[in-house]
């Protein structure tokens, strides 16, 4: 195997560690502003921890799962990417439960319902515990069994080891659809009374994909900036941009399928919610939703001259989490707004920005220590990655068999 040494070089080691100790601070001060808004916000405290909370857990979890769906599609040129996403989901996982735990503790202060909990069963405080906590705790269950499996190298693998990886990534699959469905729902679309919407947690999860794979390729390209190694080849640029590009037209699919049918229907309980983040204050950010989720991804994958170089791609991945970032605000705080949980609060309030940035830097200081332990999750090369040994890059070895020709596609 051909050692991965980008963090054996005096420079790389004090690099980590100048980023380390800047993220270290961020959630620091992240932290303080995020109790800081409990104090001079008030009630928009709740809405600042609540709209960071739904962006980071889809974002984490989705960088995750689209890992693995190019995994088990066959997608081996995404096999440097494998290891980071999981890296990512295992990052941000001590602040999820934290945050998820607050969530549930100020419950009354954020579902309106919370106060009738007797008016349908869904609206049950102790149905709404169990099915958020257990979705967590089966999803980051397989998650660590995932990561635990996927460490055994080849000579320790047998043909059981790989089922039990693809059987263990097909139940990844299964718990996020459904915990997110009804994470979307708890968390978002029944902030307003009486909304319902068919299409919601598809366009939530799509979101959260999105956002996943532009994190993933963000990083990576970071990294590869950082050490001075050409982590992202121009094969890679194609794929990435191909998907960049699918995923842009099937966001601007879920959102045209979720507004236009409601807008044209006129029932009040689905106009009032999406008259909410469509006016007032709220519109502009609105607007900077469908300019950075999907016009700029969709309008520069166009041209050949961006999606294969690393500047456009990396201004294109930046776009893409900041108008994801935009639509979990969108999804949150105008209907906390509308419920009259919150008095309302914009989404650059210093202090929103400094939590947000904050839970960044708290999901790069335990990346850096993850990869430290493991330099693989990084790969200094496209020969660092040993598809002989590795069993989580190697050839997918599931329901069907791929050649080899097909792989380097």
């Given at each position: 195997m051909i050692k991965n040494n980008l963090l054996e070089s005096p420079e790389n080691i004090s690099k980590t560690n100048t980023i380390s100790t800047l993220s270290l601070l961020a959630l620091i001060v992240g932290l303080a502003a995020?109790?800081?808004?409990?104090v001079l916000l008030k009630n928009n405290g709740w809405g600042i921890l609540l709209s960071n909370?739904?962006?980071?857990?889809?974002?984490?979890?989705?960088?995750?799962?689209?890992?693995?769906?190019?995994?088990?599609?066959?997608?081996?040129?995404?096999?440097?990417?494998?290891?980071?996403?999981?890296?990512?989901?295992?990052?941000?996982?001590?602040?999820?439960?934290?945050?998820?735990t607050v969530t549930l503790l100020g419950h009354k202060y954020i579902h309106f319902w919370a106060k009738h909990p007797d008016e349908v069963f869904w609206y049950n405080p102790v149905f709404f515990i169990l099915r958020n906590v257990g979705f967590f705790v089966i999803f980051y269950?397989?998650?660590?069994?995932?990561?635990?499996?996927?460490?055994?190298?080849?000579?320790?693998?047998?043909?059981?080891?790989?089922h039990k990886l693809t059987m263990n990534i097909l139940f990844l699959f299964i718990v996020f659809v459904l915990g997110m469905t009804f994470f979307s729902w708890d968390m978002s679309m029944t902030l307003t009374h009486g909304y319902m919407d068919t299409i919601y947690t598809f366009r939530f999860m799509v979101g959260a994909i999105y956002s996943g794979l532009a994190f993933n390729?963000?990083?990576?390209?970071?990294?590869?900036?950082?050490?001075?190694?050409?982590?992202i080849t121009d094969r890679i640029y194609k794929h990435v941009s191909t998907l960049f590009f699918a995923f842009s037209v099937i966001w601007f699919y879920t959102w045209w399928a979720q507004f236009f049918p409601a807008w044209y229907s006129?029932?009040?309980?689905?106009?009032?919610?999406?008259?909410?983040?469509?006016?007032g204050s709220f519109w502009l950010i609105y607007l900077g939703m469908m300019v950075f989720a999907w016009l700029i991804p969709w309008f520069s994958m166009l041209f050949t001259r961006i999606k294969y170089k690393r500047k456009g791609m990396t201004v294109v991945s930046a776009s893409i989490l900041f108008?994801?970032?935009l639509q979990r605000y969108l999804e949150t705080v105008p209907q906390l707004k509308l419920s009259h949980m919150i008095s309302g609060f914009h989404i650059f309030n210093p202090l929103n920005v400094l939590v947000t940035l904050g839970l960044f830097g708290g999901i790069f200081f335990v990346l850096i220590r993850i990869i430290k332990k493991y330099p693989e999750v990084i790969p200094s090369s496209e020969k660092a990655l040993d598809d002989e040994k590795d069993i989580l890059v190697s050839k997918p070895r599931g329901w069907h068999h791929v050649q080899q020709e097909d792989f380097e596609y």
């Open positions: 995020l109790a800081v808004s409990f909370f739904v962006f980071f857990t889809s974002l984490a979890q989705g960088s995750l799962i689209v890992v693995l769906i190019i995994r088990m599609a066959s997608g081996h040129w995404g096999r440097r990417f494998f290891r980071l996403g999981q890296s990512i989901n295992m990052a941000f996982m001590p602040f999820a439960i934290v945050l998820m269950a397989l998650a660590l069994r995932l990561n635990r499996t996927s460490k055994l190298k080849a000579p320790e693998a047998n043909k059981g080891t790989y390729f963000l990083i990576m390209t970071a990294a590869g900036k950082l050490f001075g190694v050409k982590i006129h029932i009040p309980e689905e106009t009032t919610t999406l008259y909410a983040p469509t006016h108008g994801v970032w």
